[in-house]
T-cell receptor, first 114, second 115 residues
Framework: KAGVTQTPRYLIKTRGQQVTLSCSPI?????VSWYQQTPGQGLQFLFE???????NKGNFPGRFSGRQFSNSRSEMNVSTLELGDSALYLC?????????????FGPGTRLTVL | AQSVTQPDIHITVSEGASLELRCNYS??????LFWYVQSPGQGLQLLLK??????LVQGIKGFEAEFKRSQSSFNLRKPSVHWSDAAEYFC?????????????FGKGTRLSVIA
Protein backbone atom coordinates (compact mmCIF):
# COMPACT_ATOMS: atom_id res chain seq x y z
CA LYS A 1 0.00 0.00 0.00
CA ALA A 2 1.45 3.36 -0.99
CA GLY A 3 2.17 5.79 1.82
CA VAL A 4 1.23 9.42 2.18
CA THR A 5 2.70 11.53 -0.58
CA GLN A 6 3.31 15.24 -0.53
CA THR A 7 4.19 17.52 -3.40
CA PRO A 8 6.30 19.39 -3.96
CA ARG A 9 9.04 18.31 -1.58
CA TYR A 10 10.80 21.65 -1.66
CA LEU A 11 9.63 25.18 -2.40
CA ILE A 12 11.29 28.55 -2.37
CA LYS A 13 9.07 31.60 -2.39
CA THR A 14 9.43 35.29 -1.64
CA ARG A 15 7.51 37.35 0.87
CA GLY A 16 4.05 38.32 -0.26
CA GLN A 17 3.61 35.39 -2.62
CA GLN A 18 1.18 32.58 -2.06
CA VAL A 19 1.78 28.84 -2.14
CA THR A 20 -0.26 25.66 -2.48
CA LEU A 21 0.88 22.34 -1.06
CA SER A 22 -0.66 19.00 -1.91
CA CYS A 23 -1.18 15.80 0.06
CA SER A 24 -2.40 12.42 -1.13
CA PRO A 25 -3.44 10.17 1.76
CA ILE A 26 -3.19 6.44 2.00
CA UNK A 27 -5.93 4.75 0.01
CA UNK A 28 -9.04 4.35 2.17
CA UNK A 29 -8.06 7.05 4.64
CA UNK A 30 -10.63 9.80 4.91
CA UNK A 31 -8.99 12.07 7.47
CA VAL A 32 -6.13 14.38 6.55
CA SER A 33 -4.34 16.62 9.04
CA TRP A 34 -1.74 19.29 8.41
CA TYR A 35 1.08 20.33 10.74
CA GLN A 36 3.73 23.01 10.66
CA GLN A 37 7.11 21.95 12.01
CA THR A 38 9.75 24.50 12.99
CA PRO A 39 12.84 24.15 15.19
CA GLY A 40 11.51 26.59 17.76
CA GLN A 41 7.86 25.57 17.98
CA GLY A 42 7.99 21.89 17.10
CA LEU A 43 4.90 20.40 15.48
CA GLN A 44 1.89 22.64 15.51
CA PHE A 45 -1.52 21.52 14.31
CA LEU A 46 -2.93 23.53 11.43
CA PHE A 47 -6.21 21.82 10.53
CA GLU A 48 -7.92 18.51 9.88
CA UNK A 49 -10.27 17.54 7.08
CA UNK A 50 -12.69 14.66 6.90
CA UNK A 51 -15.05 13.99 4.02
CA UNK A 52 -14.29 17.37 2.47
CA UNK A 53 -15.15 19.23 5.70
CA UNK A 54 -12.79 21.02 8.03
CA UNK A 55 -13.40 19.51 11.46
CA ASN A 56 -10.62 21.09 13.48
CA LYS A 57 -8.48 24.15 13.16
CA GLY A 58 -5.38 25.16 15.04
CA ASN A 59 -4.34 28.61 16.13
CA PHE A 60 -3.06 30.00 12.84
CA PRO A 61 -4.04 33.18 10.98
CA GLY A 62 -6.55 33.14 8.18
CA ARG A 63 -3.72 33.25 5.64
CA PHE A 64 -3.53 29.52 6.16
CA SER A 65 -6.36 27.62 4.54
CA GLY A 66 -7.03 24.20 3.17
CA ARG A 67 -9.48 22.00 1.42
CA GLN A 68 -10.16 18.35 0.77
CA PHE A 69 -11.45 16.78 -2.38
CA SER A 70 -13.88 13.90 -2.83
CA ASN A 71 -10.98 11.47 -3.28
CA SER A 72 -9.61 12.59 0.12
CA ARG A 73 -6.64 14.39 -1.41
CA SER A 74 -5.99 17.64 0.36
CA GLU A 75 -4.35 20.95 -0.37
CA MET A 76 -3.26 23.72 1.91
CA ASN A 77 -2.71 27.28 0.84
CA VAL A 78 -0.72 30.03 2.46
CA SER A 79 -1.31 33.53 1.15
CA THR A 80 0.82 36.63 1.61
CA LEU A 81 3.82 34.64 2.73
CA GLU A 82 5.95 35.91 5.61
CA LEU A 83 9.51 34.98 6.55
CA GLY A 84 8.16 33.17 9.60
CA ASP A 85 6.20 30.78 7.40
CA SER A 86 9.43 29.01 6.50
CA ALA A 87 8.93 25.52 7.87
CA LEU A 88 8.42 21.87 7.10
CA TYR A 89 4.74 21.25 6.41
CA LEU A 90 3.64 17.74 7.23
CA CYS A 91 0.49 16.00 6.17
CA UNK A 92 -0.88 12.97 8.03
CA UNK A 93 -3.71 10.66 7.11
CA UNK A 94 -5.76 8.23 9.16
CA UNK A 95 -8.85 6.14 8.64
CA UNK A 96 -11.34 8.52 10.18
CA UNK A 97 -9.37 10.84 12.45
CA UNK A 98 -10.45 9.22 15.71
CA UNK A 99 -8.14 9.76 18.67
CA UNK A 100 -7.27 6.05 18.62
CA UNK A 101 -6.35 6.07 14.93
CA UNK A 102 -2.74 5.80 13.91
CA UNK A 103 -1.68 8.80 11.89
CA UNK A 104 0.58 8.12 8.94
CA PHE A 105 2.81 11.02 7.99
CA GLY A 106 4.15 12.06 4.64
CA PRO A 107 7.75 13.21 4.17
CA GLY A 108 6.73 16.85 4.21
CA THR A 109 7.15 19.91 2.04
CA ARG A 110 10.07 22.15 2.98
CA LEU A 111 8.99 25.76 2.38
CA THR A 112 11.57 28.51 2.41
CA VAL A 113 10.39 32.11 2.28
CA LEU A 114 12.99 34.69 1.23
CA ALA B 1 -5.88 21.43 27.62
CA GLN B 2 -3.29 18.72 27.46
CA SER B 3 0.43 19.44 27.07
CA VAL B 4 3.63 17.47 26.64
CA THR B 5 7.15 18.18 27.84
CA GLN B 6 10.26 16.47 26.56
CA PRO B 7 12.94 17.80 28.90
CA ASP B 8 15.92 16.73 26.81
CA ILE B 9 16.49 18.60 23.57
CA HIS B 10 19.49 16.51 22.52
CA ILE B 11 20.93 13.24 23.81
CA THR B 12 24.09 11.45 22.69
CA VAL B 13 24.63 7.77 23.42
CA SER B 14 27.19 5.22 22.36
CA GLU B 15 26.18 2.42 20.06
CA GLY B 16 25.17 -0.58 22.13
CA ALA B 17 24.34 1.50 25.19
CA SER B 18 20.86 1.69 26.67
CA LEU B 19 18.57 4.62 26.00
CA GLU B 20 15.80 6.37 27.87
CA LEU B 21 13.97 9.39 26.47
CA ARG B 22 11.76 11.28 28.86
CA CYS B 23 8.22 12.47 28.31
CA ASN B 24 5.95 14.17 30.81
CA TYR B 25 2.37 15.12 30.12
CA SER B 26 -0.22 17.34 31.67
CA UNK B 27 -3.81 16.15 31.52
CA UNK B 28 -6.56 15.67 34.08
CA UNK B 29 -7.04 11.99 33.44
CA UNK B 30 -5.19 9.20 31.66
CA UNK B 31 -4.55 10.35 28.12
CA UNK B 32 -3.70 8.42 25.02
CA LEU B 33 0.09 8.45 24.61
CA PHE B 34 2.24 8.00 21.55
CA TRP B 35 5.89 7.98 20.56
CA TYR B 36 6.88 8.87 17.00
CA VAL B 37 10.30 8.89 15.33
CA GLN B 38 11.43 11.18 12.52
CA SER B 39 14.52 10.30 10.52
CA PRO B 40 16.22 13.04 8.49
CA GLY B 41 14.18 13.93 5.43
CA GLN B 42 11.31 11.71 6.50
CA GLY B 43 7.90 12.12 8.02
CA LEU B 44 7.01 10.81 11.44
CA GLN B 45 6.61 7.08 12.06
CA LEU B 46 4.65 5.65 14.97
CA LEU B 47 6.84 3.60 17.35
CA LEU B 48 4.22 2.66 19.93
CA LYS B 49 1.05 3.83 21.62
CA UNK B 50 -0.72 3.44 24.95
CA UNK B 51 -4.45 3.63 25.47
CA UNK B 52 -5.09 1.55 28.59
CA UNK B 53 -4.18 -1.71 30.30
CA UNK B 54 -0.64 -3.00 30.70
CA UNK B 55 1.55 0.00 31.46
CA LEU B 56 4.57 -1.44 29.65
CA VAL B 57 4.09 -1.13 25.91
CA GLN B 58 6.19 -2.80 23.24
CA GLY B 59 6.74 -1.11 19.94
CA ILE B 60 8.63 -1.50 16.71
CA LYS B 61 12.40 -1.50 16.28
CA GLY B 62 12.95 -2.88 19.79
CA PHE B 63 11.52 0.12 21.63
CA GLU B 64 9.32 0.02 24.69
CA ALA B 65 7.68 2.64 26.87
CA GLU B 66 6.27 2.63 30.36
CA PHE B 67 3.28 4.65 31.50
CA LYS B 68 3.59 5.89 35.07
CA ARG B 69 0.45 7.63 36.23
CA SER B 70 1.99 8.83 39.49
CA GLN B 71 4.74 10.65 37.61
CA SER B 72 2.65 11.69 34.58
CA SER B 73 5.34 10.15 32.45
CA PHE B 74 5.65 7.94 29.41
CA ASN B 75 9.38 7.35 28.93
CA LEU B 76 10.74 5.56 25.88
CA ARG B 77 13.47 2.95 26.32
CA LYS B 78 15.69 0.72 24.27
CA PRO B 79 18.20 -1.70 25.80
CA SER B 80 20.82 -1.44 23.06
CA VAL B 81 20.97 1.45 20.63
CA HIS B 82 21.98 1.00 17.00
CA TRP B 83 23.51 3.70 14.82
CA SER B 84 20.35 3.68 12.71
CA ASP B 85 18.35 4.89 15.73
CA ALA B 86 19.81 8.37 15.33
CA ALA B 87 16.74 10.51 14.68
CA GLU B 88 14.33 12.87 16.37
CA TYR B 89 11.77 11.42 18.74
CA PHE B 90 8.42 12.95 19.56
CA CYS B 91 6.03 12.16 22.37
CA UNK B 92 2.37 13.00 21.77
CA UNK B 93 -0.79 13.13 23.84
CA UNK B 94 -4.34 12.46 22.71
CA UNK B 95 -7.61 12.92 24.53
CA UNK B 96 -9.66 9.75 25.12
CA UNK B 97 -13.22 9.60 23.84
CA UNK B 98 -12.80 12.96 22.20
CA UNK B 99 -13.64 11.93 18.69
CA UNK B 100 -11.15 13.73 16.58
CA UNK B 101 -9.35 16.13 18.90
CA UNK B 102 -5.86 16.53 17.42
CA UNK B 103 -2.77 15.19 19.09
CA UNK B 104 -0.47 17.54 20.96
CA PHE B 105 3.22 16.88 20.33
CA GLY B 106 6.24 17.59 22.46
CA LYS B 107 9.07 19.56 20.91
CA GLY B 108 11.15 16.48 20.36
CA THR B 109 14.43 14.97 21.50
CA ARG B 110 17.21 14.59 19.00
CA LEU B 111 19.21 11.40 19.46
CA SER B 112 22.79 11.14 18.26
CA VAL B 113 24.59 7.80 18.30
CA ILE B 114 28.38 7.61 18.44
CA ALA B 115 30.62 4.64 17.77
Amino acid sequence: KAGVTQTPRYLIKTRGQQVTLSCSPISGHRSVSWYQQTPGQGLQFLFEYFSETQRNKGNFPGRFSGRQFSNSRSEMNVSTLELGDSALYLCASSLDGASTDTQYFGPGTRLTVL
Amino acid sequence: AQSVTQPDIHITVSEGASLELRCNYSYGATPYLFWYVQSPGQGLQLLLKYFSGDTLVQGIKGFEAEFKRSQSSFNLRKPSVHWSDAAEYFCAVGVPNSGNTPLVFGKGTRLSVIA
